[in-house]
């Protein structure tokens, strides 16, 4: 049985943009948990087969040392899994439905043409997919973590180079992320590598249709049971919308056959129970002006930090008399909270808390 919702129309919807020439870059937040990798690979990739265009997925987290190596193997591995699709789809002399014209493309690439104990360098995945001659789109997942190093940054800058500086308008992209602020200094910043190259989209939050599918697939799976929608839906939002963790509810709830949301909450919330510790550790870690600032914002007081009822403020979160709070002290407070994902600009010179199941704990702490 398939448990994934399709985000089909909001596939479709990106794509006819580039089609209509609104956009040949767009950047996709969302926290984490929320279904972003799941709607690129399941929902964008198989639409995009079907309109002739040719998709990479980078995952950059998949080796945090070396984003570089990681582009080159997805680039090879994406033209070597899907060789008999291209020997099929660069035949087609018709437009596809994005506004580019498909022509005949060589799929005989030289893949085999390198030994394998001489790796492929960036330049040579770039010349890949030019030989391609066809509309490419890179999804590239977890984008964010390209603005994390310095070492990083001839990489990115050759990446940006590629995708941008074309006159073909071939490649295009989409950027998904689960940091604010990192997707900050690589699109909004005015030295940001990606700078102005990009627009941003929201990711449309789970409803009430996301429910109704989900409650569709156990009432097949049960022969009949129809759980309750409003109380689903209360979960769901309780969930901070976490489609992975809502699907895995409901699957215990059948197995077990327990068909109350109430009473499956207080069983089988397993990951919900363990997030609190792993938040207490991370908070404990913590220098204590730190700790000072964070509560703060998640209080709702992440703003006029570097004023003098700022100053005060922090003082009193502190209770600690022999911390040192001054203006800089503060400004490398907010820098290593930004640096660790914990906080982003909401706009700016007011802060908010990355993660809402993060701030959700912090509230309570700070109550």
């Not at 963790?245 to 949301?261: A, G, H, P, S």
């Not at 913590?286 to 005060?312: C, H, M, Q, W």
């Not at 209770?319 to 982003?344: G, H, M, P, Q, W």
Request: aromatic share 10%; glycine share 4%.
């Amino acid at each position: 049985m398939n448990w994934h919702f399709p985000r089909t129309d909001y596939a479709e919807h990106i794509l006819n943009a580039m089609h209509g020439g609104l956009l040949s870059r767009v950047t996709i937040f969302a926290p984490r948990k929320r279904g972003k990798t799941q709607f690129i690979q399941r929902d964008v990739m198989p639409l995009c087969e079907s309109k002739g265009i040719f998709v990479v997925y980078v995952d950059f987290w998949q080796d945090k040392d070396n984003p570089e190596a990681v582009f080159i193997q997805s680039v090879i591995r994406a033209i070597e899994e899907r060789k008999s699709w291209l020997s099929k789809v660069t035949d087609i002399f018709k437009p596809n439905k994005i506004g580019v014209s498909l022509s005949k493309a060589s799929v005989d690439i030289g893949l085999e043409a390198k030994p394998e104990q001489s790796p492929y360098q960036l330049f040579d995945a770039f010349e890949l997919l030019n030989k391609l001659n066809m509309p490419i789109l890179l999804c590239l997942d977890e984008v964010q973590h390209l603005a994390t190093r310095k070492e990083f940054e001839n990489f990115t800058a050759a990446l940006r180079s590629f995708m941008v500086n074309r006159g073909d308008d071939l490649v295009k992209g989409i950027f998904t992320g689960s940091s604010r602020e990192g997707l900050e200094k690589l699109f909004r910043h005015t030295k940001a590598p990606f700078y102005n190259s990009a627009q941003s989209l929201d990711f449309p939050a789970l409803d009430e249709k996301f429910v109704e599918f989900e409650l569709g697939v156990v009432n097949k799976i049960t022969n009949g049971v129809e759980l309750n929608k409003e109380d689903a839906l209360n979960t769901l939002i309780e969930q901070h919308r976490e489609p992975a963790r809502f699907v895995e509810l409901l699957q215990q709830m059948v197995l077990n056959q327990v068909y109350d949301f109430s009473e499956a909450m207080k069983r089988f919330d397993l990951v919900a129970q363990s997030h609190p510790q792993e938040f207490q550790d991370l908070f404990e870690q913590l220098p204590a002006l730190d700790k000072a600032v964070l509560l703060l914002i998640a209080r709702g007081n992440g703003k006029n930090f570097y004023t003098e009822k700022g100053s005060r403020n922090v003082k009193l979160m502190l209770l600690d008399d022999s911390v040192s709070v001054t203006k800089s002290s503060i400004n490398n407070a907010l820098r290593r909270l930004k640096s660790e994902n914990l906080i982003f600009n909401i706009k700016r010179g007011v802060m908010g808390i990355e993660n809402p199941e993060l701030e959700k704990y912090l509230i309570a702490v700070a109550n």
